[in-house]
């Protein structure tokens, strides 16, 4: 069986900063899944504030905007941006 043929894809990555609470991590990586392909995740936390890095395919750019607003409307996100350079390679 030949693997599915990848469409074009922009490859994207994400800082997020919020506070950390239970949840709070599965929920950003709920509404990113909704929008794109999850590449790669890292997140730390220490009790008080949770930092996380998100590689993601969307096929479509214009998506981003969209996924940006969304997570926005998260409980306890203070700060969503795009980074162009990974801070975890």
Known sequence: MKPAITPNFTL???EIL???RVGF???VTRFVS???HIVSVRFEADGV???G???IKLDQLERLESLLVRLKA???LVRV???EASPHK
């Open 49 to 51: 504030r949770s930092q």
């Open 25 to 27: 991590v599965e929920e």
């Open 53 to 55: 890095f998100l590689k």
């Open 81 to 83: 941006k795009k980074v």
């Open 18 to 20: 919020g506070f950390d």
């Open 12 to 14: 994207t990555q994400l």
């Open 34 to 36: 909704a929008y794109g």
């Open 74 to 76: 998260i409980t306890g």
